[in-house]
């Protein structure tokens, strides 16, 4: 009698998670994409040698943003994105939890000092004036982190004045450095 025996050549490959963010500045007016955790960060999969070889060791998952207003959650199944006839090895999470960062702007003011904003392109022949208040308020929209650590005298304002020709009252937009 004979047998015939067939073999597979199984083997076990770790592969990485390649997340895909699209819309992240387009999240909804106000806030801000910092950054995502992804858990795990790799996965180990087995399968025939062949398939495995196949593979490009990089799972890959896309997220849009676009509207976002708070933190997204995105749980991904492995053995739906592995290619057929391949399987998460046994004893490994079958999911994938990422975790976006959305955090929302806030607003800050300052009270600048006539004496802290310069002039550039003034005309010899011509006297400046900075309106009737003896100081300008800059708002600044960023995360409250961040602008906590601003203070007035980290603020620079320029007045280009150089578009003046003739005597006048005239509205400018100030230039402002941090």
Known sequence: AEAEVVMTA???NQISVDV????????????????????PQTISVTGAKSLIAELDNILEVTVDLTGADKDVV????????LPEGLKVADGQPDTINI???????????????????????ASPDLGYRLGNEDAVTVVLTG???????????????TLDVSSI???????????VEI
């Open 10 to 12: 199984v083997k076990t």
């Open 20 to 39: 895909k963010v699209t819309g992240q500045n387009e999240v909804a007016e106000g806030y801000k994409y910092i950054n995502f955790k992804c858990d």
């Open 74 to 81: 995105k749980t991904v199944k492995v053995s739906d994105l």
């Open 99 to 121: 975790v976006f960062q959305i955090e929302k702007l806030t607003q800050k003011s300052f009270r600048i000092s006539k004496n802290q904003i310069s002039m550039t392109g």
């Open 143 to 157: 995360l409250s982190e961040d602008l906590e650590k601003v203070n007035n005298s980290d603020l620079f304002v």
């Open 165 to 175: 020709e003739s005597p006048g009252t005239y509205e400018l937009e100030p230039q």
